[in-house]
């Protein structure tokens, strides 16, 4: 037999074990240790778009709304921004 099964929450960080409830097929897909978890990640989803990276080229979830300094998120992290910026020689706060 195998042991206790259990995973993290990476909604709210709990460790959360299976339940005979839990077919071994959807303890597999479970993520969240509740439905309002997966509920609240759901929603941070809402509002993002995928895109593509301007320096990386790699795909990633953006903000679909304009940031603090009123442009579009165009690179996958911080990292690539600072890069992207230091490729045209350009200060950290970088204008779109
Ligand atoms: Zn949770
Ligand atoms: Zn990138």
């Not at 910026?85 to 970088?94: L, P, Y």
Request: aromatic content about 10%; some cysteine; glycine content about 6%.
């Amino acid at each position: 037999m195998d042991g206790v099964e259990s995973k993290i929450c990476p909604e709210c960080g709990k460790e959360f074990f299976r339940t005979p409830e839990d077919k071994i097929q959807s303890w597999k897909v479970r993520k969240y240790c509740c439905k309002e978890c997966s509920d609240k990640h759901n929603r941070h989803l809402k509002g993002r778009v995928l895109r593509i990276c301007e320096n990386c080229g790699k795909e990633y979830m953006a903000r679909d709304f304009l940031t603090s300094t009123g442009c579009y998120q165009r690179f996958c992290t911080v990292e690539c921004q600072h890069e992207a910026a230091r490729k045209r020689k350009q200060a950290f706060q970088e204008r779109c």
